[in-house]
């Protein structure tokens, strides 16, 4: 079984909206949880960290637009995205994990989902 399993990617014209959901098949309370993307030719990059208090954190080119937040009742991870733009086109995983560190630092993440592509046009 997966441990992370992403849903909700899709095609969208630039500045129209996704939510995607990731579903988790254990709680992992008290980790971090995250949002990653990866563009072709591009390496992984961090978009968006939630803290065990629910502190939250973004990457810089996406603050303002995107929203991560979870429904611990559902086991499930949300990334809100609104006025996506061409750069966001990427393939999204979701991530936790325990390891010392920030919720913004790949190094925290143990496990990983499989990614869902979210593809912007013009």
């Known amino acids: 079984q997966e441990p992370l399993v992403e849903s909700g990617g899709g095609s969208v014209q630039a500045g129209g909206s996704l939510t995607l959901s990731c579903v988790a098949s254990e709680n992992y309370r008290g980790y971090c949880l995250g949002w990653f993307r990866q563009a072709p030719g591009m390496e992984r990059e961090v978009v968006a960290g939630l803290e065990s208090d629910g502190t939250r954190g973004y990457a810089d080119s996406v603050e303002g637009r995107f929203n991560i937040s979870i429904d611990n009742a559902k086991d499930t991870l949300y990334l809100e995205m609104r006025d996506l733009q061409l750069d966001d086109t990427a393939i999204y995983s979701c991530?936790?994990?325990?390891?010392?560190?920030?919720?913004?630092?790949?190094?925290?993440?143990?496990?990983w989902g499989q990614g869902t592509q979210v593809t912007v046009s013009s």
């Open positions: 991530a936790a994990g325990a390891n010392d560190g920030d919720c913004l630092w790949e190094s925290v993440y143990n496990y």
